[in-house]
């Protein structure tokens, strides 16, 4: 594929809007990030191994509040953030760790499909990521 069908590839998806952010809020945003893994590492381990390691409420805190932050951080950036596929994402893995909190679905199955989901959108390019769902 040459460099301009990479280019053109793709100019027809639609993604949400873009606003401007303080420089800051980013460099902020990479330190909440940090917290955020970290809490979200113990909180993985906890279910994995649970019998071995349960979960510190301080890392269930952590995890919590900054991805509160960060989501609101995304959002400041990306202001449709919830008709984009990673907002739609976002709730969805909030949905799917309530329903394994309360018993619903199974836990430990349920909170590493949050993850996987978690880290593959993360990941993901940013034409996925930010796409326009409605």
């Known amino acids: 594929m040459t460099n301009t069908e990479k280019n053109t590839k793709f100019d027809n998806v639609q993604m949400g809007r873009i606003g401007k ?41 952590a995890v919590f ?20 596929l990673s907002g739609l994402s976002t709730l969805v893995k909030l949905v799917l760790l309530g329903a394994a909190y309360h018993g619903f679905l199974p836990a430990t199955p349920t909170v590493l499909v949050v993850f996987l989901m978690a880290s593959m959108m993360s990941h993901a390019p940013k034409f996925i990521r930010h796409r326009l769902i409605f």
């Not at 330190?31 to 890392?59: C, D, E, M, N, W």
């Not at 932050?69 to 008709?83: A, K, P």
């Open 65 to 84: 509040v900054s991805g509160f932050v960060l989501f609101f951080t995304e959002g400041m950036r990306h202001r449709q953030i919830f008709r984009e």
């Open 21 to 61: 952010r303080p420089y800051w809020v980013l460099n902020l945003s990479n330190v909440i990030r940090a917290i955020h893994q970290v809490g979200a590492a113990v909180f993985l381990t906890s279910f994995l191994l649970g019998s071995i390691a349960p979960l510190p409420k301080i890392y269930l805190v």
